[in-house]
T-cell receptor, first 112, second 113 residues
Framework: AQSVSQHNHHVILSEAASLELGCNYS??????LFWYVQYPGQHLQLLLK??????LVKGIKGFEAEFIKSKFSFNLRKPSVQWSDTAEYFC??????????FGAGTTVTVRA | NAGVTQTPKFRILKIGQSMTLQCTQD?????MYWYRQDPGMGLKLIYY???????DKGEVPNGYNVSRSTTEDFPLRLELAAPSQTSVYFC????????????FGAGSRLTVL
């Protein structure tokens, strides 16, 4: 199974600031990558995913992520955050089995 | 279309008690999963199933059991509750055609005292 690490446990920023959350995975073969978001009091929702093709993927709410195979990374970005982006963000990876491995999560707090 | 439904949403157990967390999905998904979420630890896979009658252990199966008698239902059983099982439990499902994009339930918060 995959091992997924997220670099930041808690990020605090102001509205309109840019956001980048780091994610690295361990497996060197074919991998599917995901970012999930959990808004306060809600369940996890898919933000974006990468399976193949263009390494820059765009998701909902203005988020995007870049797959860099040589660095085993799948970092999440948003150019200008809003207060409503306050949430916990999880990177996840799946290799050759049915199991999805999650990182520890990054809590993002956006100050109005 | 309800998606993935979990019950109960909240439960308090005493040490040594048993209980079952229910999970049902109405999307005809083959794959179903149980995760637990602990602060700062992300989600850990407890058990998963690729179809009715087939289950397998995930990363943290000790203290839990599952069954998959139908495509729709995937209950998680705690036999002898321990404080270490205090957590938020999420059930999820996916289909092969959906490339394993998981749909999650709302979660069940369990406290063992």
């Amino acid at each position: 199974a995959q091992s997924v690490s997220q670099h930041n446990h808690h990020v605090i920023l102001s509205e309109a600031a840019s956001l980048e959350l780091g994610c690295n995975y361990s497996y060197g073969g074919t991998v599917n990558l995901f970012w999930y978001v959990q808004y306060p009091g809600q369940h996890l929702q898919l933000l974006l995913k990468y399976f193949s093709g263009d390494p820059l993927v765009k998701g909902i709410k203005g988020f995007e992520a870049e797959f860099i195979k040589s660095k085993f990374s799948f970092n999440l970005r948003k150019p200008s955050v809003q207060w409503s982006d306050t949430a916990e963000y999880f990177c996840a990876a799946r290799s050759n089995d049915y199991k999805l491995s999650f990182g520890a999560g990054t809590t993002v707090t956006v100050r109005a | 279309n309800a998606g993935v439904t979990q019950t109960p949403k909240f439960r308090i157990l005493k040490i040594g008690q048993s209980m079952t967390l229910q999970c049902t999905q109405d999307m005809n998904h083959n794959y179903m999963y149980w995760y637990r979420q602990d602060p700062g630890m992300g989600l850990k896979l407890i058990y998963y199933s690729v179809g009715a009658g087939i289950t397998d252990k995930g990363e943290v199966p000790n203290g839990y059991n599952v069954s998959r008698s139908t495509t729709e239902d995937f209950p998680l059983r705690l036999e002898l509750a321990a404080p270490s099982q205090t957590s938020v439990y999420f059930c999820a499902s996916s289909s092969p055609s959906g490339a394993n994009v998981l749909t999650f339930g709302a979660g069940s918060r369990l406290t063992v005292l």
